[in-house]
């Protein structure tokens, strides 16, 4: 397929990403001898996760662990070509995309899928930081686990507090909501709390205490503390700079978690023609084995789009 300039797309596809999403994606695309280019940043999610919660076959896993093994499964593949750097910019140019790499060098591609994850913001607390993915998390499903069976606090208030904090009970009876101001509690609300057991501290929460990525306290601004080896905290999920939007991709707006997902139909083609995304970056359902899994179908649908198009049937 020619570009513009007459010059060949040289990859049938570049993956930019090279998380879960990505790295599945390829291994599709690589085992279907598609020319694939995957450029990743290293900037995975869940890198500071201590382990993996949930993943078939892999639950309790470093995420550093999984991606390498990931890497190293793509170096079977002969067609794949994996390079570590950002892609800063792109465009899409009559049958294909033009894409900016770091070192300045421009890639040619007739599809592109972005599989860039996303952003996730939490609180501006301090403390969060160095134990975030461990003893504070957003995703009890994830760590709840990991964090089983102690004292628990839930940092939100109002309704979404209320549901986060009667989940947080199926894996501790010791759970308290921490509003860190008005606990926003309707009469219906409260009395849920009560016959839970649900604790609600009305304090203004000033920070964390405990060594080395562990909890044991929550501060309160009026210098009291409160026992709690896990915290589970709000986040929204936002895109990472820029690519998406540069190469005109359409977002939903704000939905439970992302703020502004890319929009993908039922397969994870993007409006774009040519331009797909799957993984965090356009899901409101962020896990490692939904990546896994839209990577996986992504790629399917790219390799049969191209064949399509070189046997004159409709692309996908
Ligand atoms: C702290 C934490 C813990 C979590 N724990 C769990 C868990 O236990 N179990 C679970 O199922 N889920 C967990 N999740 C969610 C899970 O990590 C994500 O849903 C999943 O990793 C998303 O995979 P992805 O491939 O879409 O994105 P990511 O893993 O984020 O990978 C995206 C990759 O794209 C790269 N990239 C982005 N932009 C560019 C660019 N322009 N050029 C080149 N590269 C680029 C990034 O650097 C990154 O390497 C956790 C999330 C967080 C934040």
Not at 256 to 263: G, I, N, T
């Amino acid at each position: 397929m020619r570009n513009h300039r007459g010059m060949e797309n040289r990859w049938d596809c570049i993956v930019v990403g090279a998380g879960a999403a990505g790295l599945s994606a390829a291994l599709v695309l690589g085992r279907a001898r598609q020319q694939t280019l995957v450029v990743d940043a290293g900037g995975q999610s869940n890198r500071d996760a201590h382990g993996i919660g949930g993943l078939l076959g892999h639950d309790g896993r470093p995420p550093a662990e999984l991606y390498a093994a990931g890497r190293d499964e793509l170096a079977a593949y002969p067609t794949v070509e994996l390079r570590f750097g950002e892609v800063p910019g792109g465009e899409r140019r009559d049958a294909g995309f033009v894409l900016e790499l770091a070192d300045g060098s421009r890639e040619t591609a007739r599809r592109v899928l972005l599989t860039t994850g996303m952003d996730y913001r939490y609180p501006g607390l301090a403390g969060i930081a160095e134990r975030w993915g461990r003893s504070v998390f957003h995703c009890p499903f994830c760590h709840g686990w990991e964090n089983r069976d102690q004292p628990l606090g839930v940092l939100d208030r109002g309704a979404s507090g209320v549901h986060r904090a009667l989940l947080l009970r199926v894996w501790s009876d010791d759970v308290t909501l921490l509003a860190d101001g008005p606990a926003e509690l309707d009469a219906d609300d409260a009395e849920r709390l009560r016959a839970a057991g649900v604790t609600v501290d009305e304090r203004r929460v000033a920070g964390l205490l405990g060594p080395d990525g562990t909890l044991t306290a929550v501060v309160f601004a009026d210098g009291g503390e409160r026992t709690c080896g896990g915290l589970l905290v709000p986040v929204t999920l936002h895109q990472r700079p820029a690519l998406a939007e540069q190469l005109g991709a359409a977002t939903s707006g704000a939905g439970p978690l992302a703020v502004d997902a890319v929009e993908v139909d039922s397969m994870f083609h993007t409006s774009v023609p040519g331009l797909w995304a799957a993984g965090d970056v356009s899901s409101q359902v962020p896990s490692v084995a939904n990546a896994v899994a839209a990577g996986s179908s992504a790629a399917a649908m790219i390799v049969v789009g191209l064949m399509s198009e070189a046997h004159g049937l409709t692309p996908a």
